[in-house]
């Protein structure tokens, strides 16, 4: 189910180790984001959302930080698991429309 | 709770034939998106629509595509005649219209190869 760019961005990580997987998006507009998990063979899989009108969100294990000045939206996943690598998708979707607009995506890799 | 549900999970054909991929929302949503998904181009939206009317179709590569949404629950997408192009990874996705945003949850896809 993997269908990522060739030139996809991989990070590395230790059993243990924190996570921040980061996302430039596009439109200065939008007004919601996700994070999405896609392991291999399997849909996007929801982990957390944001608002516009948020700047930090916590789940369990993750966090996701909104910066708009810049455009940019971060996933930080503590206690990184062997289980959390996969490819990570940051979506973005525009005022009064329901589109998802999804980044080319991120490998995770996480070494026991 | 069941989630989307998709089939086939996988479809391998020849060029020229009918492919038929069926999706079963999550049960009180009200809009479905299809997607494609290939390595070179990502996750595309081909179509989505609301309350079983089609929205935006922009996506849709060509006539030989086409979706509809039968009932309140099911959708199909077709493509007439294949073409080894289209051999990709197809999902859908469903979502409520509740107060506000909401997340689209994905169906696990149909890999689609044509030969």
């Known amino acids: 189910g993997e269908s990522v760019g060739l030139h996809l961005p991989t990070l590395s990580v230790q059993e243990g180790d924190n996570s921040i997987i980061n996302c430039a998006y596009s439109n200065s507009a939008s007004d919601y984001f996700i994070w999405y998990k896609q392991e291999s063979g399997k849909g996007p899989q929801f982990i957390i959302d944001i608002r516009s009108n948020m700047d930090k969100r916590q789940g369990q294990r993750v966090t996701v930080l909104l910066n708009k000045t810049v455009k940019h939206l971060s996933l930080q996943i503590a206690a990184t698991q062997p289980g959390d690598s996969a490819v990570y998708f940051c979506?973005?979707?525009?005022?009064?429309?329901?589109?998802?607009?999804f980044g080319t995506g991120t490998r995770l890799l996480v070494s026991p | 709770d069941a989630g989307v549900i998709q089939s086939p999970r996988h479809e391998v054909t020849e060029m020229g034939q009918e492919v038929t991929l069926r999706c079963k929302l999550i049960?009180?949503?009200?809009?479905l998106f299809w997607y494609r998904q290939t390595m070179m181009r990502g996750l595309e939206l081909l179509i989505y629509f609301n309350n079983n009317v089609p929205i935006d179709d922009s996506g849709m590569p060509e006539d030989r595509f086409s979706a509809k949404m039968p009932n309140a629950s099911f959708s199909t997408l077709k493509i007439q005649p294949s073409e080894p192009r289209d051999s990709a990874v197809y999902f859908c996705?469903?979502?409520?219209?509740?107060?506000?945003?909401?997340?689209?949850?994905f169906g696990d896809g149909t890999r689609l190869s044509i030969l």
């Open positions: 996705a469903s979502s409520s219209r509740g107060a506000g945003n909401q997340p689209q949850h």
């Open positions: 049960s009180g949503h009200n809009s």
């Open positions: 979506a973005e979707k525009g005022t009064g429309f329901q589109k998802l607009v």
